[in-house]
């Protein structure tokens, strides 16, 4: 009985999946619609710059239909967004009927584009020292990079905003198209930050207003250790508030590749979980100091001339082991500490203005150029193809 039993099972999906396929191949005879399909991090959610793209769409009242691609339905999102489950029939049948693709990461499953339609890949990362994509192809999980390829050949657009890493985007993607200079979308909360953004984040980590913000996020490793990331955050607390006064509040942001590990990190009222924290962006954009590695969100801040301290236990053994960097660490203009003591003494002898005067010179190094209005001339683009 059992083994009719799962046959019956096997059978009903076979048919299922079959009549998945043909009216998906049916969905290719149809016109394409006036309509965008988005997704971010493999349907994590609305957030980095598919998120701040889709704003500013609703923000000209352009007149389209908007799905977003997400493996929780119950995700919050502007009410003019329909969410669709990742990875489902129904996304691909969007996929199949809309003008427009918008995604940041490279990996996630998409039909073969049809003619007329326009995929614009934004990527995750703004400038950073560490290698990407082809340049760790050996690193990467085979399935990876053949998706990645695959991802590449049906690209019509990326975008970057400093030179430096415009290079690298031409010959590290896999990918033959354009990549024209354009602002992130992104970056504008950075340089003109909304007070109901900073509300948002303070009200979610149950901040006093009277309190500063300082972030810790660094970047994964490839063994996904938990030892680099846990140091004395108390101390280093201690300092921030003697070197820049008033009482700070230390938010802990790791990155996805490892939020959901166990790892044993300890929290409390003045150091508190930020991993699960959807848009690193209004993170950022609500603190007065960030701690990193090598995460590219050392160049975010650096543009916003915020204090930016890097520290990390296993610098030296990080470009060896997981990532090689493109950019000399040296010619960065944050300090770089490899102990608590050394971060502590960075913090306590940090300098404003030969820090403003370091990341200008780093900023004209890499030809970084962004006014914060990057979304507004992606619409334009965008607009052309609907």
């Not at 970047?219 to 004395?232: G, H, K, L, M, P």
């Not at 000399?328 to 050394?342: A, C």
Request: charged share 25%; aromatic share 14%.
């Amino acid at each position: 009985m059992f083994g009719i039993k799962r046959r019956t099972k096997h059978c009903f999906a076979v048919i299922c999946n079959g009549i998945g396929k043909f009216l998906l191949y049916a969905a290719r005879l149809l016109p394409l619609q006036q309509k965008i399909v988005f997704n971010a991090f493999g349907g994590r959610g609305f957030c980095d710059e598919p998120k701040y793209i889709l704003l500013e769409l609703l923000r000209q009242g352009v007149d389209a239909k908007y799905i977003w691609l997400v493996n929780d339905l119950h995700a919050k999102m502007p009410p003019q967004v329909k969410k669709v489950k990742f990875n489902s029939w129904l996304s691909m049948f969007h996929y199949i009927t809309a003008k427009i693709w918008i995604d940041n990461t490279k990996a996630s499953p998409k039909p073969q584009k049809r003619s007329g339609q326009f995929y614009l890949q934004t990527w995750h990362g703004c400038w950073g020292p560490k290698g990407a994509e082809q340049a760790v192809e050996d690193q990467l999980p085979r399935s990876y990079v053949e998706a990645a390829k695959l991802d590449a050949s049906q690209t019509d657009l990326m975008y970057i905003n400093n030179e430096y890493e415009k290079q690298i985007y031409e010959n590290s993607f896999w990918y033959d198209g354009p990549v024209i200079n354009a602002n992130f979308s992104s970056l504008s909360i950075l340089l003109r930050t909304p007070e109901d953004v900073v509300k948002k984040v303070y009200d979610a980590f149950d901040i006093p207003f009277n309190k500063k913000i300082a972030i810790y996020a660094p970047t994964f490793r490839n063994e996904f250790s938990a030892e680099v990331y846990i140091w004395d955050y108390k101390r280093i607390i201690r300092a921030l508030e003697n070197r820049f006064g008033g009482e700070f509040v230390l938010l802990v942001r790791l990155h996805p590749n490892i939020a959901t590990r166990e790892l044993g990190l300890k929290y409390s009222s003045t150091i508190k979980d930020a991993t699960k924290y959807l848009d690193m962006y209004e993170l950022l954009a609500a603190s007065d100091v960030l701690i990193t590695d090598i995460s590219s969100t050392m160049s975010v801040m650096a543009f916003a001339k915020r204090p930016v301290f890097l520290f990390a236990k296993d610098f030296d053994e990080y470009a060896v082991s997981d990532r090689p960097l493109i950019y000399p660490l040296e010619k960065l203009p944050f300090t770089i500490s490899r102990s608590v003591d050394e971060l502590e003494k960075s913090i306590i002898e940090f300098d404003e203005k030969a820090y403003d005067s370091k990341t200008d010179a780093f900023m004209s190094d890499i030809g970084f150029y962004d006014d914060g209005h990057g979304a507004e001339k992606i619409c334009r683009i965008l607009l052309r193809q609907l």
